[in-house]
Structures are given as structure tokens and as C-alpha cells.
């Protein structure tokens, strides 16, 4: 008996660890980005592959404070978009076709941001409406064209769940109140926010570096 408890907990910790090595996640390879030491970034208007058309203005309204946070400086987007329209750029995929050095020219930024929106808007299913954002970004060195970083992130404004009571009755209400305040009002925004945060946050696994505008710069 004790012979066959030895042999099945031998089998149970040889799962375990073969679960742990298949789930371990392989640290960031930081050498071009720790190379290359940008200062500064402009960000270009991102890349939207949503069907809701406010979510590129949405997400690119966002996205200076988490890197500015970061320690980089960070040129204002309003003033990058109005550089591009100038210049009879319009549309994000043409600007993000751009040979980065041009755009070294033109800003002359260190490292230039590139952000795609995969998913933005709400999902509604009989008992829930869930607001969702999904961002993706590369980090580019606009002097050489080489790839610094990149990365991925997703919120939503259903992650705590839905801890109420009430039965199917009060769920289905809770449904259809949350459907009607998805539906008239932009409630993607914040979510895209949170996106963005937990994206261009400097610190966290795989994330990009702290800038040389933050205390912690010469410490990672």
C-alpha cells in the first residue's frame, strides 16, 4: 500500500513540474533595447483593426501619461497627428508603412511607438455586456529600424465579475441596463485606459524599461 501511495504522489509531482516548466513564461530579451537607451518616443496614431471607428482617437488620447510615467518624454500627440495631416497623412496604416528614419527627421524622436487596436467595444451576450480593449505595440528604433520591444495587453469593465444576487431575474436586469449604457455611451474609453496602463507601464514582467526620466533607470 505505502509502495503504490510513494508511486502515485512520484507521478502527481512529476505533473506538477512539468505543468510549472510548460506555463513558465521565458524572460524579455532587453539587449537592442538597453543598446539603443531612448529618451524620447513619438507615438504614431495606432492601427485599428476594430469596427468601432473612435477606438484609434480613444486609445491614442491615452497613451502619453503611462509612458511619460515611464520616464520618457513623450511628444504630444495632438501635435504629431496635425504633422502628419499637414503633410497629407491620413490614414495610421500609411503612417505606420513610414521608413522610420523619415521620421526621425521629421520628430526627431529616439524611438517611435506603434500601436495596434486588435479589439475595442462592447460584446453582448444574453446575461452580461462586457466592454473590451485589446492593444498591441512595438517599439522601434527610428535611427536603425530595429525592433527595441513589444508587447500586449487587455481590460475589461467586467474583471471583477458579477457578485450580485437577485437570480436569473436580477441578471438579466443587470444585463439589460449594462447593454443600454454600453450602447449610449462610450464605455470602451475607460477601458482603453486600463489597457494602455497595464501595456506602456514600465516595471512589469515583459514590459517595456523604465527612461532615463525615472529614478528607477539606472536600477533595472
Known amino acids: 500500500m505505502m509502495r503504490r501511495l510513494l508511486k502515485v504522489g512520484a507521478c502527481v509531482g512529476a505533473a506538477v513540474l512539468m ?13 537592442a533595447f538597453k543598446a539603443a537607451k531612448p529618451r524620447s518616443i513619438v507615438v504614431l496614431p495606432p492601427l485599428n483593426n476594430s469596427p468601432e471607428v473612435n477606438a484609434g482617437n ?6 502619453t501619461y503611462p509612458l511619460a510615467e ?15 495631416k499637414q503633410n497629407g497623412m491620413t490614414t495610421a496604416a500609411d503612417i505606420h508603412g513610414l521608413d522610420p528614419k523619415k521620421l526621425n527627421e521629421i520628430f526627431g524622436a529616439d524611438a517611435g511607438l506603434y500601436v495596434t487596436i486588435s479589439q475595442y467595444g462592447a460584446t453582448y451576450t444574453v446575461l452580461n455586456s462586457v466592454a473590451v480593449v485589446t492593444v498591441e505595440a512595438k517599439l522601434v528604433d ?28 436580477g441578471a438579466l436586469v443587470a444585463a439589460a441596463v449594462k447593454q443600454i449604457i454600453n ?11 486600463v489597457a494602455n496602463a497595464r501595456l506602456l507601464t514600465a516595471g512589469g514582467a515583459q514590459g517595456i524599461l523604465y527612461g532615463p526620466r525615472s529614478d528607477r533607470y539606472m536600477t533595472q
Do not use: M, R
Request: glycine share 16%.
Open 70 to 84: 515611464s520616464g520618457y518624454y513623450v511628444l504630444p500627440v495632438a501635435v504629431v497627428a496635425e504633422t502628419f
Open 19 to 31: 505543468f510549472g516548466c510548460a506555463t513558465k513564461q521565458a524572460a524579455y530579451d532587453y539587449t
Open 183 to 193: 450602447s449610449t455611451t462610450d464605455a470602451s474609453h475607460p477601458v482603453a485606459g
Open 58 to 63: 480613444s486609445v491614442y488620447a491615452q497613451v
Open 142 to 169: 527610428l535611427k536603425t529600424g530595429a525592433l527595441l520591444w513589444n508587447g500586449k495587453a487587455s481590460a475589461s469593465n467586467n474583471e471583477g465579475g458579477n457578485n450580485g444576487g437577485g437570480g436569473l431575474i
